[in-house]
């Protein structure tokens, strides 16, 4: 049918033309084919700002990983995402933007009308050649437009149908050439859902500024090694010490907070680094006949219980110029909302795939990873009789008998989302966090680990985690995303399953190191865990052993690990925990509770940008096989994209 109305177009135009016109037209057509290339213009719609596209795209290499590379380069390890976070289709709150301002065009972002695309003739015209532009679209009289040959005609086309576009070519002695192409756009509604893992912890799209000299924490311990001192936020004016009487006040706090690394979402630490997002953004990129339509909704700290089907507890609650809210809400009901709202204004869209990551919460794989980390004694039964250490044997336990029937209730709510096919949910599994080059759990001490005076990794601990997440934990999540070993489904109830990152994380754990590595990290990060100042009476004022300024940190430079230590964490996000419990909740900012639980909580023990492309590219031909899109990164698509198989 569009191919007729292809060569409809082309004969009305041969019709409208005298014989002699009509003779020389046909003459010239013959002496060779003039084509018509088109893409869509800015076709992440998450971004508001072509040029942010635009420098994704130029930076396009054969990977994800090579284009983040490429990236960190370009911005000498600072991070690309700090130059382009506060102009995206989502507010403060996560929400999409309705309408959200694209390159200065009010657009629906959930149910656009039309595209932005550019159009321009592959072939060269004579410099004496004039081009005229007609786009039909079906409705009303076509669209003409006479435009320079050697330019790019920018246009918009209506969402959801067919424009033929014909380019018509004349020169000065009556010659006329024809060049015809149908754009049809093809919108990919995309979904992320799951954790921390989902949401792209640990890397903030505008990490902390760090300030050289040193700021006061308590320490549990009693006596005269009560306190110890760390790098303080850059511009804060309150108070650095903790002398008893002095530990800061409430507006000490807030300037504080408001000097904290920013994200995309504040409350549920969402980054453009997550490997949802950059698989979504790698879409746009690698298809210039399609847009991309992404819904990050992603939270650190989500289960499936408490953030996919029920509220969570903001991560943090300061927002930049507002608050954030004290709760973040569910993630299921919140994306079934969004599809009722598509569906109510455009009947046919559809959601095209949900991107998934989620169960290590549910298992507390932050308290096994507390269990590892703390090593004082006193530390250790505080946040035992706390609830923040866990160990594997509850972990097993959850394992064993919540996980499979909270799995089980997820597959029933994401079905009817997905036309009941699950294989358009593409499930993600973790990275194993702490395996060396060998396959087996890295070893102990406190190299990376060395930000907090109770940190140190227990050998013994680590190797029981370590075994636990590969032997029990990560195959037994495969077979709840495919109904494998013995989980009972329905029809239509296996999900699209990833997991080959899994062998390029070996190696690449917390306890990589290697000479390109960046010189600040070999310098000053120490392997035998004195990367820190202990004299009372230097550390004030010189926090670092290496002499150095903290302000050479990079946390976005490429580095042998693909996973953030207890140093990363604090030297690129210093999370203050403001969402935790109440009997958790620090009481000031000197406290010695944050301390702990800044590491704990602020992205240690989660991918790096690098670790995250990784991701992404792992999951990307399992996508492309699911959207009906073979093409392969950094090619030209030619021919309009296939239509989703229903």
């Given at each position: 049918?569009h191919m007729f109305?292809?060569l409809?177009?082309a004969?009305l135009?041969?019709?409208?033309?005298s014989?002699s016109?009509?003779?020389?037209?046909?003459?010239?057509?013959?002496?060779?084919e003039?084509?018509?290339?088109?893409?869509?213009?800015?076709?992440?719609r998450l971004?508001?700002m072509?040029?942010?596209?635009k420098?994704?795209?130029?930076?396009q290499?054969?990977s994800v990983?090579a284009?983040e590379q490429?990236?960190?380069?370009?911005?000498?390890g600072?991070g690309?995402a700090?130059?382009m976070?506060n102009?995206?289709c989502?507010d403060?709150?996560?929400?999409p933007?309705?309408p959200?301002?694209?390159d200065?065009?009010?657009?629906?972002?959930?149910?656009?009308?039309?595209h932005?695309v550019?159009?321009?003739l592959?072939?060269?015209?004579?410099?004496?050649?004039?081009?005229?532009?007609?786009l039909d679209?079906g409705?009303?009289?076509p669209?003409?437009?006479d435009i320079?040959c050697?330019e790019?005609a920018?246009?918009?086309v209506?969402h959801g149908?067919?424009t033929?576009?014909?380019?018509?070519v004349s020169?000065?002695?009556?010659?006329v050439?024809?060049?015809?192409?149908?754009?049809r756009v093809r919108d990919?509604l995309i979904?992320?859902?799951g954790d921390s893992?989902?949401?792209?912890?640990g890397?903030?799209?505008r990490?902390?500024?760090?300030?050289?000299?040193g700021f006061?924490?308590?320490?549990?311990?009693?006596g005269?090694a009560?306190?110890?001192?760390?790098p303080?936020?850059?511009?804060?004016k309150g108070?650095k010490a903790?002398?008893f009487g002095s530990?800061?006040?409430?507006?000490?706090t807030?300037?504080?907070t408001?000097?904290?690394?920013?994200?995309?979402n504040q409350?549920c630490?969402r980054?453009l680094y997550s490997?949802?997002?950059r698989?979504?953004l790698?879409?746009?990129?690698?298809?210039?006949h399609?847009?991309?339509?992404?819904?990050?909704l992603?939270?650190t700290?989500a289960?499936?219980?408490?953030?996919l089907?029920?509220?969570?507890?903001?991560?943090?609650l300061?927002?930049?110029?507002?608050?954030?809210?004290?709760t973040v809400p569910?993630q299921v009901?919140?994306?079934?909302d969004?599809?009722a709202a598509?569906?109510?204004r455009?009947?046919?869209?559809?959601?095209?795939l949900i991107l998934?990551?989620?169960?290590?919460n549910d298992?507390e794989?932050s308290?096994?990873v507390a269990n590892?980390?703390?090593e004082?004694a006193?530390?250790?039964?505080l946040?035992?009789r706390s609830?923040?250490?866990?160990?594997?044997e509850n972990?097993?336990?959850v394992l064993r008998s919540n996980l499979?029937?909270?799995?089980?209730?997820l597959r029933?709510?994401?079905k009817p989302?997905?036309g009941?096919?699950l294989?358009r949910?593409?499930y993600v599994s973790y990275?194993h966090?702490?395996?060396?080059?060998?396959g087996?759990a890295?070893p102990?001490?406190r190299d990376?680990?060395?930000?907090?005076p109770?940190?140190?990794l227990?050998?013994?601990r680590?190797?029981?985690?370590a075994?636990?997440?590969?032997?029990r934990?990560?195959?037994r999540?495969?077979?709840?995303?495919?109904?494998?070993?013995?989980?009972?489904?329905q029809h239509g109830?296996?999900?699209?399953?990833?997991d080959?990152h899994?062998?390029?994380?070996v190696?690449r754990?917390?306890?990589?190191?290697?000479?390109s590595d960046?010189?600040?990290?070999?310098a000053c990060?120490k392997?035998?865990g004195t990367s820190?100042?202990?004299?009372?009476a230097?550390a004030?004022?010189?926090?670092?052993?290496c002499?150095?300024s903290?302000?050479?940190f990079?946390p976005?430079a490429?580095?042998?690990?693909?996973?953030?230590t207890?140093?990363?964490?604090?030297?690129?996000?210093?999370t203050?925990?403001e969402?935790i419990s109440?009997?958790?909740?620090?009481?000031?900012?000197?406290?010695?509770?944050?301390?702990?639980l800044s590491?704990?909580?602020?992205?240690?023990?989660?991918p790096?940008?690098?670790g995250?492309a990784?991701?992404?590219d792992?999951?990307l031909?399992?996508?492309?096989r699911?959207l009906n899109l073979f093409t392969?990164r950094g090619?030209?698509t030619v021919?309009p994209?296939a239509?989703?198989?229903?």
């Amino acid at each position: 049918m569009h191919m007729f109305r292809m060569l409809l177009c082309a004969a009305l135009f041969f019709g409208a033309l005298s014989g002699s016109d009509r003779t020389q037209a046909e003459q010239a057509s013959g002496a060779g084919e003039l084509r018509l290339a088109w893409e869509v213009k800015n076709r992440f719609r998450l971004f508001r700002m072509e040029a942010d596209f635009k420098r994704h795209l130029a930076a396009q290499a054969e990977s994800v990983l090579a284009t983040e590379q490429r990236l960190a380069s370009g911005s000498e390890g600072r991070g690309w995402a700090r130059l382009m976070f506060n102009n995206l289709c989502v507010d403060a709150a996560g929400r999409p933007l309705e309408p959200c301002e694209r390159d200065g065009v009010q657009e629906s972002y959930l149910t656009p009308s039309d595209h932005r695309v550019g159009i321009r003739l592959m072939d060269a015209a004579p410099a004496t050649a004039s081009c005229t532009l007609n786009l039909d679209s079906g409705e009303g009289a076509p669209q003409r437009l006479d435009i320079r040959c050697a330019e790019e005609a920018q246009v918009r086309v209506r969402h959801g149908r067919p424009t033929i576009a014909t380019m018509e070519v004349s020169t000065p002695d009556g010659n006329v050439r024809v060049a015809t192409s149908e754009i049809r756009v093809r919108d990919l509604l995309i979904a992320g859902l799951g954790d921390s893992i989902a949401a792209g912890e640990g890397n903030p799209d505008r990490p902390i500024s760090l300030a050289d000299e040193g700021f006061c924490f308590q320490q549990f311990l009693s006596g005269a090694a009560r306190t110890y001192f760390r790098p303080s936020r850059a511009g804060f004016k309150g108070n650095k010490a903790c002398e008893f009487g002095s530990r800061g006040t409430t507006t000490d706090t807030r300037d504080w907070t408001q000097l904290g690394a920013r994200w995309k979402n504040q409350a549920c630490h969402r980054s453009l680094y997550s490997y949802q997002l950059r698989a979504a953004l790698a879409l746009a990129i690698e298809n210039p006949h399609a847009a991309v339509t992404f819904l990050p909704l992603a939270c650190t700290g989500a289960k499936i219980d408490a953030g996919l089907f029920g509220t969570q507890r903001a991560r943090e609650l300061n927002c930049g110029a507002s608050s954030c809210p004290s709760t973040v809400p569910a993630q299921v009901p919140q994306l079934q909302d969004m599809l009722a709202a598509v569906k109510k204004r455009d009947p046919s869209r559809q959601l095209d795939l949900i991107l998934l990551t989620v169960g290590a919460n549910d298992i507390e794989f932050s308290g096994l990873v507390a269990n590892v980390m703390i090593e004082q004694a006193t530390e250790r039964v505080l946040f035992q009789r706390s609830g923040v250490i866990a160990t594997v044997e509850n972990a097993e336990s959850v394992l064993r008998s919540n996980l499979p029937r909270d799995f089980a209730k997820l597959r029933t709510a994401l079905k009817p989302l997905v036309g009941g096919d699950l294989t358009r949910v593409v499930y993600v599994s973790y990275g194993h966090p702490a395996l060396a080059a060998d396959g087996n759990a890295c070893p102990g001490g406190r190299d990376g680990f060395d930000i907090h005076p109770a940190f140190g990794l227990d050998p013994q601990r680590m190797q029981r985690v370590a075994e636990f997440v590969r032997d029990r934990f990560l195959p037994r999540l495969k077979d709840l995303a495919t109904c494998g070993g013995g989980v009972i489904c329905q029809h239509g109830d296996i999900m699209t399953f990833v997991d080959e990152h899994q062998q390029a994380f070996v190696g690449r754990g917390l306890c990589a190191r290697a000479e390109s590595d960046p010189e600040f990290d070999r310098a000053c990060f120490k392997s035998d865990g004195t990367s820190f100042t202990a004299n009372l009476a230097e550390a004030p004022t010189e926090p670092l052993t290496c002499g150095r300024s903290v302000k050479e940190f990079r946390p976005y430079a490429p580095r042998a690990r693909w996973i953030r230590t207890a140093n990363d964490s604090y030297f690129a996000a210093m999370t203050y925990p403001e969402g935790i419990s109440s009997a958790l909740q620090p009481s000031d900012i000197h406290d010695a509770t944050w301390g702990v639980l800044s590491a704990v909580y602020g992205g240690a023990v989660h991918p790096t940008a690098e670790g995250h492309a990784a991701m992404a590219d792992a999951a990307l031909p399992e996508i492309r096989r699911v959207l009906n899109l073979f093409t392969r990164r950094g090619s030209v698509t030619v021919a309009p994209l296939a239509p989703l198989a229903q």
